[in-house]
């Protein structure tokens, strides 16, 4: 047992947050919240607090990156050196390339990058202070970004995490849940078609837990979607769909 | 720019392929190329293995070292996998500090070798909260011809199973050409399974080729209950809801078909 693991959970049906386990944190999305950059997004969602700003298309550095046939989607996930309880030494540690890849790999199916070939398109997520589920967090305020800079994308891509925790398949696991937990599934999709453009796993479950959780994130990411829309909406006005 | 346009024809000729039923090196959609596995094949490593996945080779060193446990874990051994993806191995391989590929295939191992708590730390433990077991493992292909997630986690298993501790000195020092008869403690054997998505196809252990046209690509661990322990998507492209599914089904048995090549 790890230091500092809690013994349960779950106590009568209520998470250590007080959420069920079918509950998101509390999520707030706001669009268009940085001057200089061409699209922005701010989101708080439960102790997490990101911001995700867009560039571009732009003019490409280093020139040899240009795609003649489509834009270069770039996209950087960092932590800010007091986001986390033990300082984070600043700058890319081998887990933040690895959510960059993946983040970028969640949103290029959506982006139409062939209308603008030779350009970059660059999108930095900060996390200014995290409670787990920052890639999730990120990618969901990056494309919200991407669409307040008036990047012609397909759809927006909203991301969420199940998981199980003391034996039980949760929503949306905050910090001690993801420590201590048994298994942690983040999930990003593409609404309109019902696809799948990010899943990572880490944890044990059988066949039939997987099944669960994925399912159940897929619901979070719906739930996501919706505070996106309600986001650019707010900022752009416009009536439901 | 070149590479690009030979790609995109390359890519039509797979897909019309798959769109008839067939691979580009005549594999059946759900069948890997041929798996060999070879331990103990590096005599200063404490744990070695060979893997070869078609043509694909890579070897996996384990190395042992004695250090400060994690604060958070002070009877629990540490566990640390690299992987270098050295220019000997690929034309698209460059020399200097890891890049996001190299990041990813060492963490995607790492994945399936921690969650699956495979590795008893507690074992490693020498003196709670002061000295434990370092566990190093270093993935190192040295022809990539594609899928060095499956190669990888097998060679990683194969070369965990096969190591021994070196003799641990009265002074705490490591006495590495002295091997003891101790095996490291092996407790369960996961592997990882990968399908790529390519023009709608779903396949199993992509080719090189394959892995350069590819849409999506799908990862999963498996421990020896068929737990899933470990997934990753790559690609740029997508899966339905339905494909993951039924691959996390199918993955199952394949885990079990790269298991039996492993040693002993």
């Not at chain 1, 707030?28 to 940085?34: D, F, S, Y």
């Not at chain 1, 937990?181 to 990572?200: C, F, M, N």
């Not at chain 2, 994690?70 to 270098?84: I, K, Q, R, Y």
């Not at chain 2, 391989?93 to 994945?111: C, I, K, S, Y």
Request: net charge negative.
């Amino acid at each position: 047992m790890k230091v500092g693991e809690p013994e349960e959970f779950i106590i009568d049906g209520k998470r250590l947050d007080g959420r069920r386990v079918d509950e998101l944190r509390p999520l707030k999305i706001e669009a268009g919240v940085l001057k200089r950059a061409d699209g922005s997004a701010y989101l708080e969602w439960g102790g997490n607090r990101v911001l995700a700003a867009c560039y571009g298309p732009r003019e490409i550095h280093p020139r040899h990156e240009a795609n003649p046939q489509r834009a270069v989607l770039r996209t950087y996930y960092s932590m800010a050196p007091f986001s986390v309880y033990e300082r984070k030494r600043p700058g890319p540690d081998r887990r933040s390339m690895e959510i960059s890849k993946v983040t970028r790999q969640a949103l290029e199916s959506v982006v139409f990058t062939h209308l603008y070939p030779m350009t970059a398109i660059d999108v930095y997520i900060e996390i200014l202070q995290a409670q787990a589920g920052t890639r999730c967090a990120g990618i969901t305020a990056a494309s919200v970004a991407l669409a307040d800079a008036g990047i012609p994308m397909k759809d927006l891509v909203p991301a969420c995490a199940a998981g199980k925790v003391g034996g039980h398949i949760v929503l949306d696991l905050f910090d001690i849940e993801d420590n201590y937990g048994e298994a942690d599934l983040p999930v990003a999709i593409v609404p309109r078609t019902g696809e799948v453009s990010l899943l990572q796993m880490d944890g044990n479950l059988t066949q039939e837990e997987f099944e669960q959780a994925f399912k159940l994130a897929i619901k979070g990411c719906m739930q996501v979607y919706e505070k996106q829309k309600e986001a650019l909406r707010k900022r752009y006005g416009g009536s439901e769909e | 720019m070149k590479h690009e346009i030979i790609a995109d024809v390359k890519r039509d000729h797979i897909v019309n392929l798959l769109n008839s039923g067939k691979r580009i090196d005549g594999r059946a959609f759900d069948e890997y190329r041929e798996v060999s596995v070879e331990v103990g094949i590096n005599q200063r490593a404490e744990g070695s293995a060979l893997v070869k996945l078609g043509k694909t080779q890579v070897m996996v060193g384990v190395k042992l070292a004695v250090g400060e446990p994690f604060p958070d874990m002070p009877d629990s051994g540490v566990l640390t996998t690299n992987a270098e993806l050295i220019p000997l191995a690929s034309p698209s391989f460059e020399r200097g500090p890891p890049d996001e590929d190299t990041v990813e295939l060492a963490r995607v191992v790492d994945r399936a070798i921690r969650e699956s708590q495979c590795i008893d730390l507690e074992k490693l433990c020498i003196k709670e909260g002061e000295l434990v077991w370092i566990v190093f493992i270093d993935l190192h292909p040295l022809d990539y011809d594609g899928n060095l997630f499956d190669a990888c986690t097998l060679g990683a298993i194969a070369a965990l199973k096969n190591a021994v501790f070196p003799k641990l000195e009265e002074n705490g020092r490591v006495d590495y050409k002295t091997k003891t008869e101790e095996k490291l403690p092996i407790v369960d054997t996961p592997v990882e399974v990968t399908f790529a998505k390519i023009g709608g196809h779903i396949v199993i252990d992509p080719c090189l080729e394959e892995e350069e046209v590819l849409d999506a690509r799908l990862t999963i661990g498996y421990n020896e209950k068929g737990e899933i322990v470990a997934m990753q998507k790559g690609g740029s492209g997508t899966f339905t809801q339905e494909e993951i599914l039924d691959i996390v089904k199918r993955g199952r048995e394949k885990a079990e078909f790269l298991r039996k090549h492993l040693p002993g």
